[in-house]
């Protein structure tokens, strides 16, 4: 079975940096596709950030320039590496291989607060 593992979540201040990390679990080929999704309270799950084997990226426009997704070489796992993190970040955070996926892991929660 297929599982998707987050971590790397905390309480941090405004301004403040965090490493997000995700490995995927299971009997899986090498995903072509990655991407970091996240859920605020009381909003939707949306996308925040892809990459592709070849290594193109993709950013949602509320993070770019302050975060970074990377993969680790011939592995299914990425990292998200968020900087000058605002109160709006605030949300847990999920990997996954698309937005209407079945299957969701249970995310590693990022609270951002004065």
């Known amino acids: 079975q297929v599982q998707f593992v987050e971590s790397g979540g905390g309480s941090v201040q405004p301004g403040d940096s965090l490493r997000l990390s995700c490995v995927v679990t299971?009997?899986?080929?090498?995903?072509?596709?990655m991407a970091w999704y996240r859920q605020a309270p009381g909003k939707q799950r949306e996308w925040v950030a892809s990459?592709?084997?070849?290594?193109?990226?993709n950013y949602a426009d509320s993070v770019k320039g302050r975060f970074t997704i990377s993969r680790v070489n011939g592995k299914n796992a990425i990292y998200l590496d968020m900087n000058s993190l605002n109160v709006e970040d605030t949300a847990v955070y999920y990997c996954?291989?698309?937005?209407?996926?079945?299957?969701w892991g249970r995310g590693t929660l990022v609270t951002v607060s004065s």
């Open positions: 990459i592709i084997n070849s290594g193109v990226r």
């Open positions: 996954n291989i698309n937005l209407h996926s079945p299957s």
């Open positions: 299971g009997n899986i080929a090498t995903l072509d596709y």
